[in-house]
């Protein structure tokens, strides 16, 4: 296992993350955003959190808790945990395994009905969207994240609606940090847990370094 590239990887996916959850963030919360028209319990969450923290905490919060996820759904998915997988794509493919099998009209039983009906009107064009694919895709993403919260609740914490809220946007790019992930965080990578742990010190022991040096 290549620590070097690890430390790497979860520094560069901190720094990503946050820039995308900052964006996210900023969208939002601003005055007459589709979020406040069709989420505005989420929205009033969100501003009670960043009232009670600080906004630069609930950033750092929900970026950190996309990685954590991230990093899991790869491990598991390239362990066989997940079937489909969720964030890696079959062999041959380019589109999350999870994400082809819907476009196909299948879905794991775990996603609920509301989810499914969603995900096939946004993919079938019945619900507008500029980028139905990746919209869909976080549905998916969500729906699985909370499915195993029921069995790992120590790395899959109920997802909060504001966490919901600024998932960040670009996931399917060959630029997006889950790219990054299946390139970087490889199947015999992944054969050892340990990768992990050493993700998860490389990508707090980052924030450390910048919280210091501010």
């Known amino acids: 296992m290549n620590t070097n590239k690890l430390k790497r990887l979860a520094q560069d996916a901190r720094t990503y993350l946050i820039g995308q959850v900052t964006s996210k963030l900023g969208l939002v919360l601003t005055e007459g955003s589709a979020a406040r028209r069709e989420v505005p319990a989420a929205v009033q969450e969100l501003e009670r959190n960043i009232l009670a923290t600080s906004q630069a905490q609930v950033i750092e919060k929900v970026a950190y808790t996309w990685f954590n996820r991230f990093t899991a759904l790869r491990f598991m998915d390239a362990n066989g945990y997940t079937n489909p997988r969720v964030v890696t794509p079959a062999e041959g493919a380019t589109r999350p395994e999870i994400l082809a099998d819907a476009v196909a009209g299948h879905f794991d039983d775990a996603i609920p009905a509301t989810t499914r009906a969603t995900v ?10 500029r980028d139905a694919q990746g919209e869909a895709f976080r549905l998916l993403l969500v729906a699985m994240c909370n499915r195993w919260h029921g069995h790992m609740p120590f790395m899959f914490e109920k997802i909060a609606d504001f966490t919901e809220l600024l998932m960040p946007e670009d996931l399917l790019s060959p630029n997006s940090v889950l790219s990054r992930l299946r390139d970087e965080m490889t199947d015999a990578d992944c054969q050892d847990v340990e990768v992990i742990g050493w993700l998860y010190q490389f990508y707090i022991s980052e924030k450390s370094s910048r919280c210091s040096t501010h």
Do not use: N
């Open 120 to 129: 096939t009107a946004l993919l079938d064009g019945r619900m507008p969207s």
